[in-house]
């Protein structure tokens, strides 16, 4: 059975997002975008709340037509063209090429996808993972903590939440940011 799994950049003090939203404190080098693109490319199917799409379908597609763009930038720009998306959002009217909108998160659809056959398939998006959290269908979680500290933010997990996971891997990168993959006992 595929997996659901969520890579998500987190300050040390827990934030996926800073107080406005802002994502430009990740530390993304090539040694980190080629590991993103190593594990990103075998996955399935990209699933994304409407934020996190429009913020990668603003740019990924075309990311390889720019000479100046880096190694690393230009290779994922042919991952997230090819990989399949779904597109969870109740306010836009149609998604772009090799995606599906789907309106509401709903436990049964996503066993449904589960089941069928094929890799494991990630879920981006503040909004969404925290939807698919409260469900309980995050079978693992990669969290890539970077060295900082935000003070404010949006935090990865919600106020009362709790759950056990269990280590599955460390990793650190040359710039500091540190690999901590779980996976949810089932």
Avoid: C
């Amino acid at each position: 059975m595929r997996k659901i799994v969520t890579a998500m950049s987190v300050s040390l003090d827990g934030f996926m997002e800073g107080p406005g939203g802002e994502i430009d404190w990740h530390m993304v080098d090539d040694e980190l975008h080629t590991h993103f693109n190593e594990h990103l490319g075998t996955m399935s199917a990209f699933m994304n709340g409407r934020v996190s799409y429009e913020l990668m379908e603003g740019f990924w597609p075309a990311a390889d037509a720019d000479p100046a763009n880096p190694k690393p930038v230009a290779e994922f720009a042919a991952i997230w063209r090819d990989t399949p998306k779904f597109v969870y959002s109740r306010t836009l009217d149609h998604v772009g090429p090799n995606a599906t909108l789907v309106r509401d998160v709903v436990p049964e659809e996503i066993a449904e996808l589960k089941a069928r056959p094929g890799g494991n398939m990630t879920v981006g998006g503040a909004g969404l993972v925290a939807s698919f959290q409260r469900h309980d269908l995050i079978d693992e979680y990669h969290l890539y903590v970077h060295p900082l500290v935000l003070g404010a933010g949006k935090p990865l997990l919600p106020p009362g939440a709790a759950f056990d996971l269990e280590l599955t891997e460390t990793r650190v990168f040359g710039n500091g940011v540190v690999l901590l993959r779980y996976r949810r006992p089932r």
